[in-house]
Every structure is written in structure tokens, then in C-alpha cells.
């Protein structure tokens, strides 16, 4: 056993809520580097492993099976608390070139239930609002971030931020069974309307869109309408891509809830993880149509921040 499986096996257990248990984790760093060209960013931070929100299609059951934990539930019931040290992360910024974008929350939600005792995303935020200079993304679907408005808005002056809240439906039933313990969309709604009124810039994730679940113009349209009318500038969206260890929960959850689809999802996704050709065309044109409808296509970086440094001897740690 390596790496990060080792440290899995020995983390000690913080504590058994329900089901859940939670692990203290120590990582080498709290900051990941992406080398990947396909994604927007290069940094990454993802304050715990595993997420209790559960969602039915999440890709990032993969971050488990590193710490050799196989099984799909356990991502929900196992969560790696990682270990703060505020000096070390403000070491670890120091890596990072000014204007570069860091993407929270791309493998985990950093404001799911565990955020409220342990407070990770909250202590990295006091960091950044000491620092500046950088471009921050953070993705949830929890309306906890608004807990952290009054350290978001200090953040807001020194680096270009974004909050994005992932909103895949308007129906409570439908969201309740695809992101089984995730806050309701109207949660989400309200989070988005408070933040925006603090002056926070925020955009909106309607993904995945599941083929002949959630992807029919009238429902991602209402998400829009909602979603601009709250203040989000913007909607993105991307077609659901079934990975192995996302299958392995996905398709007896589709088998219990939608036994219709599971022979034309097994047809599709039996043969690649990703659709290809009219279909995902069609969903693309499909939200531009709806961006355009609603003036969600802002989807640049917000304007330069009030404290953003210029001299590149101050590019960090202007307190
Ligand atoms: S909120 Fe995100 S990370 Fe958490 S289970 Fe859902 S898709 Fe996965």
C-alpha cells in the first residue's frame, strides 16, 4: 500500500454522524497542480475526499478508488477531513503566478455538511482575503457558502472570484433523487440572490444534463429564467459522462427510478463514457439559445478587483 492509500488506512477517525464517518487526513498540500491542457485552471483545491451530497451521477467516486476504497458509498460515508495549516498554505500560494486561476471544488464540495464543523473552505477564505492577485472558482450546490459572505467580500477586492452554484432541475423531487442530500433548488436560488446582493459575482452549473431526464428545453430554460432573475450572469452545462466508478452507482439508480432509460444508457454509455455527435450538439445549441434568451453569456472573469496588485513584487500577501 502507497501514497495516499497508506495515509487513508492510518487517518484516525474523527467521528460517526449516522452513517457518515469522518477522517482526519494529512496531505502533503492543500494545493493541486492540474496538469491536464483540457481544464480552464491550474490549480485546484479540494478541501475534503468524498462527499456526503451523494449525487447519483458524481464522477469524482474515482478519488476513492486512490485510496483503495472500491465501493460507491463509501465516497458518501467515508469523508477525509484534510489538515489545515494556514502558514503552510500561504507557503504553498507563493508557487502560484499572479493572475492564474484556482478551481475549489472540482473532486468534493467544499461547503458539504462536514463544512459546517470543521470550517476548511472558511479557513482557506481568511487566507486569501490576506492575499490577492489570483482568479478563484469556487463550484458548490450547498447554500452554506453564504455563511462565508462577510470573508467572501474582503476576497472579492483582492482577487477576481466567481461563485458558481450547480443547479441540474427546479424539481425538488427530481433533485432529491439525483443529489439525494444536497440543499433543495430553492436553497440554491436563495444562496445565489445573497450573494450576488453582497456584490459577489456568481454563474450558474446546469450539469449534467441527463438525456431524457433533466435536458428538455422547458427544463433547462426554467433553471435560466430562475438563475437570472436571482443575478448569476451566467449558465454553463455539459452532457453527463458515465466513468466506470460513476456506472457502478448511476446505472442501479437509473434500473429503481427510470427502468425505461437503461436500455438506450446502456446502448450509449456501454460503448464510451462520453456522448458523441447530435446529441450533445443539440444541448449545446440548445443552452446558447436559452444563454442568449436570458443574458447569461458573461461567462468572462470579473473585472479587475480594487486590490489587485500591479507591482509583481507585491504579486501576494499585501495585508
Ligand atoms: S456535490 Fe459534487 S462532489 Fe458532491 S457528490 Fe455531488 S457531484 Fe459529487
Redesign the pocket.
Known sequence: MVGIARLASESLSIEAKREVEYFDLTTRSFLAKCNSPRMPFRWMINPYRG?E???KY?Y?RYTHEFMELRDGADFERKIYVKHFDARRFKEELRRVPQGETIAIGT???PY?PAERRYRLTRSMWEQFASTAGFELRLIT?SDLVTRDIDVLREVARRHRLVITLTITTLDRDLARLL?PL?PRPDLRLNAIRKLTAAGIRVTVNCAPVLPLINDSEASLDSVAQAAARAGAKAIGGNVLFLKPCAQAVFMPFLEEHFPALVRRYREHYGRAAYLRGAYPQTIHERLQRIRKRYGLDQREAPPEPELWPHDPQLTLFCE
Open positions: 462527499c451530497f451523494g449525487c458524481c469524482a473532486a468534493t464540495d458539504q450546490k443529489e444536497a
